[in-house]
């Protein structure tokens, strides 16, 4: 199978070409660096597949304009497929496939790591630090042990993260339309998300991006969370309305803010713009505050999730093209 690789970075590139050539049958995957949109879709003449991440564009005339080219199976190489228009694929006679867990642990992990660096100062601290001041003044954090933490999500990254804040000593609030045992059984006690977030001295966002999570945190969820809290997202930008969250830390009801992802992360993250004036007014303005820590998507970013993704990915095209359909499918009525 001919499979277009989009916005394929050197890792991208090393770990696919790794997978592929131990395979019985490989794959001829052609890489391509430019992001998959309208302007590009082209780029995919002649292949059977195309694999795409998460700031990729597969809106319909995108899928239609693939279709049109012989592309019958789109493998996206992330968990998430809110970019992907499902149903104008189904009705194209497009299949997808997914990659729904690769290392749950790498993104837990950043989660936390994300809580500390904010809560205790540490991008602050490493800049002083580099220019001689010591001083501690402004660099006060709090203990973990013994705060109440809320986590919204308790798939298998939401998992992790209880374990790991539970480990801390935490009392975890969790929220989910779909209570584990297995979050209970780890410590979590599963309350309404309008109880969750006045409780909370921080809340941590592990859920997808679907119509109902789309801005979930907006004014009014920002109101009801206890004065001073933090609120940290590794999972979609558009869980948060950015623009009421910039109001919040203006005001101080938010206490801080850390993030690996953004709404409209799609011309900023896993790009090098050191050299350029960055043009998203909004995104500039949350760079402007000293209790904002920002990520470029790099959650996921450890050796052991991007080999997954890379044999996951190549696995589900191997079911393809063995006549069946992908190992992870992504359908209709997971997006209705």
């Known amino acids: 199978m001919r499979i277009a690789v989009f916005s394929a970075k050197s890792y991208d590139v090393n770990t696919l070409e790794q997978a592929n050539g131990a395979r019985a049958a490989p794959h001829d995957l052609v890489f391509l660096n430019p992001h998959l949109d309208a302007n590009t879709a082209i780029l995919a003449q002649g292949a059977d597949a195309v694999c795409a991440f998460v700031n990729d564009e597969l809106d319909a005339p995108v899928l239609e304009a693939l279709s049109e080219q012989g592309v019958r199976l789109i493998l996206m190489r992330c968990a998430g497929f809110n970019n992907v228009d499902v149903t104008a694929a189904a009705r194209l006679g497009l299949a997808i496939g997914r990659v729904p867990a690769y290392s749950p642990y790498a993104v837990a992990e950043h989660t936390v790591a994300l809580i500390l660096a904010l809560n205790r100062r540490l991008h602050r601290a490493y800049s002083r630090v580099r220019e001689g001041n010591f001083a501690l003044d402004g660099l006060m954090g709090f203990d973990l042990h013994g705060k109440t933490i809320g986590v919204v999500g308790t798939g298998r990254i939401g998992m992790c993260a209880i374990r790991v804040l539970t480990g801390f000593g935490c009392k975890v609030l969790a929220y989910d339309p779909y209570p584990s045992e297995e979050a209970e059984a780890a410590g979590a006690q599963y309350v309404p998300l309008q109880d969750l977030l006045p409780a909370s001295r921080v809340v941590t966002l592990h859920c997808p991006l679907t119509p109902d999570t789309h801005h979930m945190i907006d004014e009014a969820a920002l109101a009801a969370m206890q004065p001073g809290a933090m609120l940290v997202n590794t999972s979609r930008g558009g869980l948060i309305d950015t623009r009421a969250v910039i109001a919040a830390l203006k005001s101080g009801q938010l206490g801080g803010l850390a993030i690996d992802v953004y709404e409209e992360e799609g011309d900023l993250f896993f790009e090098n713009l050191s050299e350029q004036v960055l043009q998203d007014d909004v995104f500039?303005?949350?760079?402007?505050?000293?209790?904002?820590?920002?990520?470029?998507?790099?959650?996921?970013?450890?050796?052991?999730?991007?080999?997954?993704?890379?044999?996951?990915?190549?696995?589900?095209?191997?079911?393809?093209?063995?006549?069946?359909?992908?190992?992870?499918?992504?359908?209709?009525?997971?997006v209705v």
Do not use: K, S
Not at 297 to 309: G, R, S, V
């Open 284 to 334: 500039a303005r949350l760079l402007t505050f000293p209790n904002v820590v920002v990520t470029g998507h790099q959650a996921f970013f450890t050796a052991e999730a991007l080999e997954a993704i890379a044999e996951t990915t190549l696995d589900n095209a191997d079911a393809v093209a063995a006549g069946g359909a992908p190992l992870h499918p992504v359908t209709v009525e997971m």
